[in-house]
């Protein structure tokens, strides 16, 4: 039994599947993709944006796809994020359980940094510490020397006529987003690396991609 939930741009529609996951059909009722790397992630953000619009930060990108364009387009304007940022959690990845990291070489301290970061993350529930290729944070982590992990976005077969998302997954998110903020704040002090202590700053920064 399929449910139709919603239509989006260019004809295709939001379903719910038996196994209760959205999936796509366009006008003629053939499964197509969902664009879920893109839309569960703006979808999370606006989410904590209702509520928690002054106690974090969010970045928004577009053309990752192509070279991470709108993150270039950030690092040559003026703002100063490294005074504003702790770290950055991206929330791009497939599946429903990665912490992907991106690995740079820039600096020692940087590593050192990132390394403790990998550490803390090891003792959140539920995820798996994983290398990614390339994404916006690895692009802004660089410029920035701030740590940074992409975070699982709950969809599956990502760019074809199969993608799925997980509907459980995606409406709790947001929950995990803010107990993964409320770990990173309890247990900042817990983990040192070769005398480098990873350190928390006010700010927090989410990021994901919004296609226009």
Do not use: W
Request: glycine share 6%; net charge neutral; hydrophobic share 35%.
């Amino acid at each position: 039994m399929y449910f139709i939930i919603n239509y989006l741009n260019y004809g295709i529609k939001y379903l719910i599947d038996s196994s209760n996951n959205y999936i796509g059909f366009d006008k003629y009722l053939k499964r197509t993709i969902l664009g879920g790397d893109d839309r569960n992630g703006v979808f999370t953000m606006l989410k904590l944006f209702e509520d928690n619009f002054d106690k974090m930060g969010f970045i928004f990108t577009c053309d990752e796809e192509i070279g991470a364009l709108g993150s270039y387009s950030l690092i040559n304007s003026n703002i100063n994020l490294d005074k504003l940022v702790s770290y950055f959690i991206q929330i791009d990845r497939r599946g429903i359980n990665d912490f992907a990291f991106y690995n740079s070489f820039i600096t020692k301290e940087h590593n050192l940094m990132s390394e403790s970061f990998e550490r803390l993350l090891s003792g959140f529930k539920n995820y798996n510490l994983v290398n990614g290729s390339f994404t916006d944070i690895k692009l802004l982590c660089e410029k920035y020397l701030i740590s940074g992990i992409n975070i699982s976005a709950g969809y599956f077969n990502e760019h074809t006529n199969l993608e799925y998302t997980s509907k459980k997954y995606l409406e709790n998110l947001p929950n995990i987003i803010l107990n993964l903020i409320e770990y990173l704040n309890k247990n900042e002090n817990n983990f040192k690396l070769n005398g480098f202590s990873y350190k928390i700053k006010e700010k927090k920064y989410l990021m994901e991609e919004l296609k226009i």
